[in-house]
């Protein structure tokens, strides 16, 4: 999922990154100036980036009716899909540097070979029917040896170049990423314990997996993350990915979506955390949109159906 192919280094390298340094990102827009206009919180609420980027209902409603009503409907079964299948990508990268210490370079190929998986995250399907738990056992079970494939292949690229690698190098070089990245958005305003799915260390880059069909605002993920990285770190972080996986015939299909992290999607960014965490300080009903998104998008019925349609 995080490891790109040739060609997408090439095009990263050779287009998107020099992209990036000829439309240098203003410094006002930088995450290190948290502590000034515009990216200086104007409101109270810690809203969580789900909150402010994942802009599924249109007017953000949802926002409302969980932070200010306290509605907490169950999630529907795209959620449910979509966690299990993050976790199942997250348990196969920790599972392989794992192995990789605990075997050592000698060792490791054969432990990653034999890693068998995907378990944990299989372990609670609440809320899906017999049909939908065994499409979803299916999509893990592909998910999880394709990636593992991947990772094998690329530990023995690694070893074949550098035969005399200590385990430590050959984890950073094998798999130059660090998952469910554990997030302190305090200086923007956002919530203590944010989580992005990937931060690519060696491109460098924010990446966001997804598993439903594009839209337009999944590019606010990787921007406020990125954000959230300059404000703790102080270093740039200039482009995003957006990695959508689909399953057909029991094979996975990926496409990314890279992207520079540019003045207007910041400004954006900045513009829906203050938008909702105004409507959640004075508590602002902002009623439904004149049409609710379909099913068929990819995301399930909106989990709030039953309480903004009374059905
Ligand atoms: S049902 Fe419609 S209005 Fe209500 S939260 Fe969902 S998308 Fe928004």
Redesign the pocket.
Known sequence: MYFLNHEEQRYLMRRLLPQARANEVHPELRGWSWHQPPLLPVYEPCLALYEIAGQ????G??VF?RRVLGHRPAPNAAMIAGRVLHQVVADLVLATKHAIYASGTAGCVAALLALIGPNGALSDLDGLDADQRAVLRDQAQSLWAFEQRRVVARVEDVLSRQPHIGADSLAALALPVTVESRLDGRFLGLSSHLSADAFNFAEPMMVDLKFGSPQPFHRLSTTGYALVMESLYEVPVNVGCIVYVRFRDGQVLIERDFHHLSDELRQEFIEARDERAQMVEEEIDPG??AE??PASEGHGV?H??A???GA
Do not use: F, Q, V
Not at 56 to 59: E, H, K
């Open positions: 599924y209902c249109p007017t409603r949802d009716l439904a949109p609710c998104p909106c709030y159906w309480y903004c349609h």
